[in-house]
């Protein structure tokens, strides 16, 4: 029997007064693994950012119904700590506190128990190794000084400790090398596969999902989901491009 985790109903976002989302509709099922395709500028961000409660994107009406409950008004930090989690698609830099700790922190807050470093540094360790990065990571402040994909990686890396229980990666893959793309293609797929983790991936290549088996996609042109279909779609989209969603067709739909 599947189960629906994540429901976006109707909804309107808006940034700074100006209307970005309009009337977008979602519906995904645990272990499922949807992803959001588009051109620049689609709004797809928004949308991960509006599900996982940033405050700079208002909502103006419709709902966000995770585990059965409406969170529409709920906290970043609440939101997290129920297993939603979103791989930003510009990682920050924070200094002061290591990539280690930052992660060590999250999970304890995550289970209310406090972890022993070795064992949680030897966990690390070997998150990191998979992730094809020095161990030595682990100590620096969290993404400052990271090149690109470093800091990608170090989204990755955050997946895989936290173990969330539905992931948005929002271009999780931009700016890896192909065998980087492959690592975290690979690493995305161990998370889902350990976890019956639920995916939502945002992306405009088509690269980490190399790995995975995709249900179901999306295609968001100007704030609006246009279509929906099987993961047939992702190969359509790579001949062909958005241009058979022009904005005639947007607008017909509005
Ligand atoms: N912080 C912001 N302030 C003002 N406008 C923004 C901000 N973030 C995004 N936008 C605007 O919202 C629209 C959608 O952006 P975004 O969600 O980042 O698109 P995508 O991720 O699909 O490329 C764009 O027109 C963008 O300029
Ligand atoms: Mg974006």
Redesign the pocket.
Known sequence: MSEEILKVEDLNVN??E?S?LHNVSLSINKGETHVIM??????????GHSIMGNP?FEIISGKIVFKGENITEESVDKRALSGLYLSF?NPLEVPGISLSNFIKLAVEQKTGERLKLLSFRKGMDKTLNALGMDASYANRDLNVGFSGGEKKKSEICQLMELKPELAILDEADSGLDVDASRIVSDAVREYKDKNNGTLLI?THSTRILQSLEVDKVHI?VG?RIVDSGDASMIEKINNEGFESYTSETVEGKA
């Not at 051109?39 to 961000?45: Q, Y």
């Open positions: 940034i700074e100006k970005i588009g051109p620049n500028g689609a709004g797809k961000s928004t949308l700079k698609q945002i968001m704030g």
